[in-house]
Each structure stands twice: as C-alpha cells, then as structure tokens.
C-alpha cells in the first residue's frame, strides 16, 4: 500500500523533542497565550521575514478574524476564488460578507487577476486569492489589482508555509497573510491551529483583541470578539516543527522532481513551477480528462490518491444563495473534474514515487481499466 500521507515518520523523528515541549507546558501550567505562542509568533514572523504574527484558532478563523479587522461586514463583497479548499470561502460568508467568486488563471489553479479586476464592483472590500497547492501566486499582478482600487488584499497562504514568490515568502505581500496549521499541511499542528501574518500595527493589535473575546485589557473589553487563541500545547509542538519546515519544504521538493521527471511525456498536465513562483508542493497535482479511470486504476494498484477539490466552491450546496450555475466559471470547473493528486509527504520513500509514476505510465500505455 503506498498511502497519500504518513505523518507517524516526522513524529518518531521528533518525539524527544516534541515530548519535551508539551512536558515543559504542562510543568508551567500555563496553557493560553503564554510564552510558547508568544515566542512561536516571534519565531514564525522572524522566519517570513516579515512584521508580527498572531496565533489564532485555525486558518478559517485566520482569514475571519483578518476580515473583521479590516472591517468588512454586512453589505460588502468579497472577491475570492472557487478553486480551493471550502473554508476559504466560508471565512468571508461568517464574517457577513458575500463571496465573488474569480475565475482561475489559464493553464493553472490560482486566482486569475484579469477575472479579479473584472469582479469588482463598488461594494468590494477585499481580495481573498488562495496560494493553492503550495504553489506562489501571480501575487504582483493581483497586488496590482488590489492596489489600484485601494481593496486590502488578504492571502490565503494555508497550503503555502514557506514558499517564495521570487525572494519574499508568501503572504507577506498582502494586508495580512494567513496560515492552517492543519496536522497535514507543510506545518502541521496536533491539532488545529492558525496564524495571521502583517505588517500593520493597527491591524495587529485588532486581530489580538479579536481572538480574545474583544478584550484590550486584564478586564476591559473594546470590540466584540470571540474565543480564537492558538493554545500553548499547539504552539511548543509548532515550534519544535517550524525548525524542520524547510528541510521538510526541500523532501517534498525531491519527490516532486523524481514525480516530474518519470512522468514527462504522459498525456497529463504536471505542476509548473516557474520562477519567480515558487511551490512546496503540499499536495503534487497532476490532471487529466481521464482522472476517475486513472484513480481507480491506481487504488487497484494500492496507491492511495485524492481529488482537491472535485466540486468548486460556487456550486457547493451551501453556496447555493449566491446563485452561481454550472458553467459560471468554466476553468475552475474543468479544473476540478481533471485534477488528481498524488501521494506526498515529506520523508515519503523515492521507491513509492517511482512505483506511483510507474503505474502511472503503465495506465497510458495499457489497457487501461481492462487490463
Ligand atoms: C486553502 C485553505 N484555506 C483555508 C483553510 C482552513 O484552515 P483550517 O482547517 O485550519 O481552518 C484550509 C485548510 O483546510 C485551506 O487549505
């Protein structure tokens, strides 16, 4: 069996550690916004190279609590992609605004900034593209767009943790930067977990308030917030892990390699990583208009494989309200009926990647199915 995933090598490599950290918490008996997220915020703002960081519940209150701050509500819209990962989407509706959605780039899965700057209307408040798949953005061209209309731009870098579009890492480019700590994302919590990352002050200390229930002092409360803290035990886990991110960046790199280069050839479109957008390949997807016979050729094969994501957002029964059709946003929708992604994880063994491409080369010069 080959599976998508396996976490259980980075917690056998870092259970000394990892024990000790959560030891040292527990013996401090400290356990909400103590030492520990105060340095992992310092230590993850140092290692973006960028402002401050404040850690809060998960990546879906990231992207809430950062909209909130900036002040979007009832009333406004929100541009955002369909191609990604629901939360994303669900963040602006929670925060009262309505979604817009954007279609994807021509030959890739990111926001396209043309569609962006076409979906703008006077009611638009923010810009909301999604880093998808650890892959950069055309993040200029869309701080462009925002720029020019004066709309705060809010990455959404919750696949993307360390990756750069030319030298900067992403989601420092925008108002706000914000990040899952999901358990399988590049950096995994035990748990759920997020952070927001800016260079604003003002914002900054909004989104501190916000995540703890609106309070500005030991008893005073100025706004009404809610309880998002990213907690103790989370943050001595992300900063024992946070030391590792880069090597772990550069494991899925290699496998990436040996993925692109044993499938060069094949009727399938592969990951373009060209500079200056970089990609960590969370997930390494390939596409194909054949993509649920190759699945099932590949689950027969024992390879474990999963569709990120097989319905956009805008046709989700829960975006139902917003009215978007099938056929509304074509790209995103071929996108979505062709994409299939491969086993990945850091520490995954070379042998799994060339057995995986393998299999792979066998489905497109075989039978198929039949054989
Ligand atoms: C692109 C994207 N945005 C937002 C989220 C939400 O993050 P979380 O699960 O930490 O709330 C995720 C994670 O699932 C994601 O992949």
Known sequence: MIPFQDLSGQFADLRTEIEGAIQNVLERNRFILGPEVEEFEKEFAAFLGHGQTIGVASGTDAILLTLKALGVGEGDEVITTPFTAAPTTMAIVLAGARPVFADIEEGGYGMDAAEAAQAISLRTRALVPVHIYGQALSIRKLCETACALGIPLVEDACQAHGVRFGKRMVGTFGAAGCFSFYPTKNLGACGDAGLVA?????????????????????????????NSRLDELQAAILRVKLRRLEKWNADRKKIAAIYLEELEGLPLKLPASRSPRGHVFHLFVIATPRRNELAAWLKRKDIETHVHYPVPVHLQPAMAFLGYKKGSLPRAEAAANSVLSLPMYPGMPEGHARKVAAEIRAFFKGPGLES
Request: net charge positive.
């Open 198 to 226: 800016t260079a604003d002050p003002y914002l900054a200390e909004r989104l501190r308030m916000l995540r703890d229930y609106g309070r500005n002092g030991r008893d005073t409360f100025a706004q009404i917030g809610r």
